[in-house]
């Protein structure tokens, strides 16, 4: 009876919603956000971290102007519809959703209240959506592109331990993208020349018995695919996998961070994307009015501890990759490739720096590296009118000359670095010698494309290339 109350009540709810106007809202207002994930509420808690923060910035604080009533599913997804209907009944201004699932249960849960979702699957193959530019009348969000992301995974396993022929996957298929992504990561493997073993894990409790068919099929390495499920996981399987020894590759932060060997993919900045949607629904516009975004950051991270453990000696253009050397002391450092025709000197005047572009102009180069340099900074303008007028793809140590309109940029940040400096000034503060403080190096490298200088250029850059980036500067 009561399952029967509560649903009848999402029905009169949504029946209501269909008749009645939206109002725009603002942070001088009261505003309601009904939250439904497929997960435990702990393994949402970094991501929505990263909600709270944006939707603050936007001008919504949780306990002043906000109310988001949550429900989890805990990973038991036949639980969603009658969770997805308890949120109707609450009559919110929107309900924020995560995973492809829960996207499915709040759409048969209501047509009238604003959707707003966030997946790393791809919502128009899973059907949520027809396309992205064009979503339905009462949904938008942030879609993954899981095809990518997955081959460029076994890409980077492979590129760890190249001697290996047994790789293996650990997959869920009763996840909806999971044949899928298994048909996508065979193909991969096949390109890459190695034998993919799949251990189909359709419970925690069966996470033991596939590390022990891990051992009988003699697997070399292990990726770890992308399941709800899995996340709560994540402990007993980085334990189980250093056991066996298994170099292993994630798709999230939190997998190095507990001790996994590699991850790469998307960013939480997503979360952020999916705030920025939540905020202008609130404000008046129509979901689907608003395109369906995709993630702009992917990261690659490497457990430099984990790395020793394993033995591994991972190739340096592998390293130099990583936007992030994990739990390291130690600097990598790396030999420069020759160049044939190299500009040595600092440039000091503008006179100089166009008889710099005119000699290099005559020499007829096809592709152009400015190194760092202050004065190319505060002449940025004047750096990106030969590049363009020359045509040439150009690689710079500034992201400020990328928005001038240069081709990429690849350098660390000064807020990253300001922040090592704070750490060492406080520690010195509290006693600590200068001389027992090492000399920091720089940990991560931000890769920032402008794909508008691209097409100007008459450029196709390669998908692995933009899923490596950063930031792509439309």
Not at 133 to 156: I, M, Y
Request: glycine share 8%; charged share 20%; hydrophobic share 45%.
């Amino acid at each position: 009876m009561k399952r029967r109350r509560v649903f009848a009540a999402a029905v009169a709810a949504a029946a209501l919603g269909s008749t009645r106007p939206r109002q725009a809202r603002t942070p001088a207002q009261n505003a309601r956000i009904g939250v439904l994930f497929s997960g435990t509420q702990a393994s949402w808690v970094p991501s929505m971290a990263v909600c709270r923060r944006s939707l603050r910035e936007l001008g919504w604080v949780e306990g002043r102007n906000l109310e988001p009533p949550f429900r989890y599913a805990d990973h038991r997804c036949e639980r969603l519809p009658t969770l997805a209907a308890e949120l109707v009944a609450l009559r919110p201004d929107l309900i924020f959703v995560g995973s492809v699932p829960a996207i499915r249960a709040a759409m048969q849960a209501t047509t009238a209240l604003p959707i707003v979702f966030e997946t790393l699957g791809d919502a128009v193959a899973a059907g949520v959506v027809p396309q992205l530019g064009k979503p339905a009348s009462n949904v938008t969000g942030v879609s993954g592109f899981w095809r990518e992301s997955s081959a460029k995974r076994l890409q980077l396993l492979h590129e760890a331990e190249p001697g290996a022929t047994r790789r293996a996957v650990m997959a869920n298929f009763g996840n909806w993208a999971a044949p899928a992504g298994m048909r996508s990561k065979q193909a991969a493997s096949r390109q890459l020349g190695m034998q993919l073993d799949i251990v189909h894990v359709p419970a925690p409790a069966r996470v033991g018995a596939a590390f022990e068919q891990l051992r009988r099929g003699r697997a070399q390495a292990l990726r770890v695919t992308t399941d709800p499920m899995r996340s709560s996981q994540r402990e007993q399987i980085v334990a189980l996998a250093a056991a066996a020894r298994l170099p292993a590759i994630d798709d999230a932060r939190a997998f190095v961070e507990a001790g996994g060997l590699m991850s790469y993919g998307a960013g939480l900045d997503r979360f952020r994307q999916a705030a920025v949607q939540i905020d202008r629904i609130l404000r008046g516009a129509a979901p689907g009015d608003l395109a369906i975004e995709q993630p702009t950051r992917f990261e690659s991270i490497v457990n430099r501890k984990t790395l020793r453990a394993l033995g591994l000696d991972l190739p340096q253009a592998l390293l130099l990759r990583a936007d992030e050397v994990n739990k390291s002391s130690d600097a990598y450092s790396c030999r420069p490739l020759p160049s044939p025709r190299c500009r040595r000197g600092p440039l000091r005047s503008l006179d100089e720096l166009d008889a710099a572009f005119a000699a290099l102009a005559g020499e007829r180069i096809e592709a152009l590296h400015l190194f760092g340099q202050l004065f190319m900074l505060l002449n940025a303008a004047r750096v990106a009118a030969p590049v363009a007028q020359h045509r040439w793809p150009a690689v710079s140590g500034f992201e400020q000359l990328i928005q001038a309109g240069l081709l990429l940029s690849c350098t660390n940040r000064v807020d990253d670095d300001v922040k090592r400096v704070a750490h060492c000034v406080g520690r010195i503060l509290k006693g600590t010698p200068p001389g027992e403080l090492p000399v920091e190096q720089p940990t991560r490298f931000y890769l920032t494309i402008n794909l508008h200088a691209a097409r100007g250029l008459g450029l196709t850059l390669p998908q692995t290339l933009l899923l490596r980036a950063d930031e792509v500067l439309q």
